[in-house]
């Protein structure tokens, strides 16, 4: 991985037939454990991360919903209005704004320059610092999901796979776009405002605070693009059935490919040291 204050040179390992990345996870595993259960206990010292992490994603859609009533739903019912509001929240707050924090957090204290120097390698410091915003993220979409269906009538899926997908994607790339953000961020107390563009534009774009039934159909086409909006759409559909096996595909694609960007984006530009 490059960028300022990396490693100069990084040994590669050796080739490994199959059932090497077997080997490789079972190595690995409890290295990010230990990283994941010592990043979940900081995060449960910090009130106000916890309380935006848990209770936001949670309120928000409650606030929005004057929004969706007014919206004309074109058959889409509320629960899963409300459900996909709900699931973009978490994205947003639960698992992208506490992963800038956590993320800048940790290198401006210099933890993450100390893990570099031992056996642990750069995805699985990057893993294990997200996995429990990701995990907390993925529990509260789960919870929503069940509270929508029961208590508004949202019914059950009828993709479930594309409402999984989504989920899944959104939950990666809200972790990759915190870690990039986090190399434009300077201190922790500046952590909330580099995360503000991002949440504003996919709140307002993407389908979350607003159903995107009530753009304008150029404007409509345009925040379809934007980073979080093809998570936010698969969720919406696998509810919904609305897109068709074509649209569906290119929804994914999308989606991947911002996912590659911001990989790639972390890859070239994430810093492993404090800011001068």
Known sequence: MSGPGNRVEVAAGPAVPGGGARRALARSWPRLRALAGAELTLFGRNRSAVLTALLVPLALPVTVRPAIDQADLKGVGIGTLMLTAAIGFSFLFAVYSSLVGAFVSRREELVLKRLRTGELDDIEILTGTALPAVCLGLAQA????????????AGTPKAPYLTLLGLLLGLLLSAALAALTSAFTRTTESAQI???????????GSGIALPPDVLPHRAAA?????PLSPAVRLVRAGWTGELSAH?????????????????????RWFRWEPRR
């Open 142 to 153: 789960l919870v929503l999901a069940v509270g929508c269906a029961t208590l508004l009538h």
């Open 247 to 267: 649209e569906a595909l290119g929804t994914v694609l999308t989606a991947l490919a911002w996912t590659v960007v911001a990989v790639f984006a972390v890859r």
């Open 194 to 204: 580099t995360a503000l563009p991002l949440v504003f534009v996919s709140m307002l």
């Open 222 to 226: 345009v925040c379809a693009l934007l």
